[in-house]
């Protein structure tokens, strides 16, 4: 089956760096998405990964290990604003993605 | 200035009911979808087009049917409404998978369903 693991929920504090992971069991992969979806909003697109390594983007980077089936995103320097869901997606043959991690963000 | 749009964004409607919900976009792309979100579940893709002559079922296709009326408009239909359609429904579109692309998609603002 194919398959992507995300944590439900994660808090961290304002100014700090959080990792979410994400891990995946796919038929095949094409790249790997990271979206950010504020509560009653779009998701929005953040990074693609496509080959291992670091994606770095002001302060949001992103992950991935190929052979460990396996990426995560890194928050830096966090903001009140960061409070969201981020949202793990993977292309084997479709895109499929993960339920979202909700990130809460603590003064 | 938002490159995709649909409408309604809010929607009530009672069981039974046709429900037809609209996309458009102005990217130029030529992917559209259809998905819908229920709290705490990931995003469950509906239908997609790749193009205006090639539609195709998602996962969970049963209950609904669309019409790709453009290359930038894709409708989506609830021919009989039932209470578990009620969910928050988003139109996304892509670019094609090709050198250079990487088929990343794009979202609407999201259409809230609710049937009672």
């Known amino acids: 089956g194919q398959n992507i693991d995300q944590p439900t929920e994660m808090t961290a504090t304002e100014g700090a760096i959080v990792q979410i992971n994400c891990t995946y069991q796919?038929?095949?992969?094409?790249?790997l998405f990271w979206y950010q979806q504020h509560a009653g909003e779009a998701p929005t697109f953040l990074s693609y990964?496509?080959l291992d390594g670091l994606e770095e983007k002001g302060r949001f980077s992103s992950f991935l290990s190929r052979s460990k089936g396996y990426s995560y995103l890194l928050l830096k320097e966090l903001q009140m604003k960061d409070s969201a869901s981020y949202l793990c997606?993977?292309?084997?043959?479709?895109?499929?993605w993960g339920a979202g991690t909700k990130l809460i963000i603590k003064p | 200035d938002a490159d995709v749009t649909q409408t309604p964004r809010n929607r009530i409607t009672k069981t039974g009911k046709r429900i037809m919900l609209e996309c458009s976009q102005t990217?130029?792309?030529?992917?559209m979808y259809w998905y819908r979100q229920d709290p705490g579940l990931g995003l469950r893709l509906i239908y997609y087009?790749?193009?205006?002559?090639?539609?195709n079922k998602g996962e969970i296709s049963d209950g609904y049917s669309v019409s790709r009326q453009a290359q930038a408009k894709f409708s989506l239909s609830l021919e009989s409404a039932i209470p578990n359609q009620t969910a928050l429904y988003f139109c996304?579109?892509?670019?094609?998978?090709?050198?250079?692309?990487?088929?990343?998609?794009?979202f609407g603002p999201g259409t809230r369903l609710t049937v009672l």
């Open positions: 996304a579109t892509s670019d094609q998978l090709t050198s250079g692309r990487t088929d990343t998609q794009y």
């Open positions: 990217k130029g792309h030529d992917r």
């Open positions: 087009s790749f193009d205006v002559k090639d539609i």
């Open positions: 796919t038929s095949g992969f094409n790249g």
């Open positions: 990964n496509v």
């Open positions: 997606a993977v292309r084997s043959y479709q895109l499929i």
